[in-house]
């Protein structure tokens, strides 16, 4: 873990705020760049708890810089090399925050998000029970939960602002959103980094089950991967050695606290109910062992 220092929510009085996520504060930096600090909130079901997970933006931060390097052969990705110390400048908790953060190009975030799934697991396994299909995609009868598709399956999603609920979309209304070269683009390249990231994780012992990308514009059109890529946050992570179709596996990403929600009496709307100390440190603990697989050469 590379801290255990708790940072929920920043506040820099000296740059313009212009967005506080579900986990992530966006800090305008002057030329075109954004300061973007992943704290450690933790949201599910679209609700961001009052608990924080300790350490847990500085793990997403160095797993997703850590995939950003590994996937830039496959497409150009949002960040810059400007030091964030330099822009955080002199504050109490300044090595806590450059930590947790990037400087990045300034993009035209496109209002789609990319999913890809290459397991039955979730609202997918839900979609399936209900028609035999995920997202508009048939698949063969007879699936089991969590067991592996015949091929990795694209299948998008409106981005929903804070306190609301992603809806899943279709291909054509995707392409409908952002207009059909674009929606085909982005599929391509979403599966592209789902297989080759899909395939180095499983040399190290983790199946990825589904993961969410984001992609924006730069000023000359180009497609850009952006925000937060293959993190426990934004992906279903499966220890090999502990998988079993027919059932939800165990994980290392924040399934675990979807399933301690489960068990409480809460409809899943604001406010979250706070975190047992011992579930959130457990939640602490899985992230980080995620990251030491991955990291592993």
Request: proline share 6%; net charge negative.
């Amino acid at each position: 873990m590379p801290d255990a220092e708790l940072i929920f929510e920043t506040h820099l009085d000296h740059l313009p705020l212009l967005h506080r996520g579900k986990v992530r504060d966006v800090y305008d930096a002057g030329d075109n760049r954004l300061l973007m600090i992943t704290c450690d909130r933790l949201s599910a079901f679209d609700v961001v708890l009052p608990t924080a997970i300790p350490g847990k933006g500085a793990l997403l931060n160095a797993m997703s810089r850590f995939w950003f390097d590994k996937t830039q052969h496959l497409i150009q990705n949002h960040l810059l090399d400007d030091p964030a110390a330099d822009i955080i400048g002199d504050h109490p908790q300044q090595a806590a925050l450059v930590a947790r953060s990037v400087v990045s190009r300034r993009l035209d975030g496109l209002p789609v998000e990319a999913i890809v799934r290459g397991y039955l697991a979730g609202s997918g396994w839900v979609d399936y029970q209900r028609d035999g299909q995920v997202c508009g995609h048939p698949l063969p009868v007879g699936l089991s939960q969590a067991q592996q598709l015949p091929q990795a399956i694209f299948t998008p999603s409106t981005k929903a602002e804070l306190g609301d609920h992603d809806q899943n979309i279709s291909r054509q209304q995707a392409a409908e959103l952002i207009g059909e070269a674009r929606a085909r683009e982005l599929e391509e390249v979403s599966l592209q980094l789902y297989r080759f990231a899909a395939d180095y994780a499983a040399e190290r012992g983790i199946i990825i089950a589904d993961t969410k990308f984001e992609f924006g514009l730069n000023q000359d059109q180009e497609l850009v991967l952006m925000d937060e890529i293959l993190t426990p946050d934004s992906s279903r992570f499966w220890p090999a050695a502990d998988y079993r179709t027919g059932t939800s596996p165990p994980s290392y990403d924040k399934q675990f606290v979807r399933d301690y929600l489960e068990t409480l009496e809460w409809d899943k709307t604001a406010p979250g109910p706070a975190l047992p100390p011992e579930i959130a440190a457990q939640t602490a603990a899985r992230y980080a062992e995620a990251m030491e697989q991955l990291s592993h050469s």
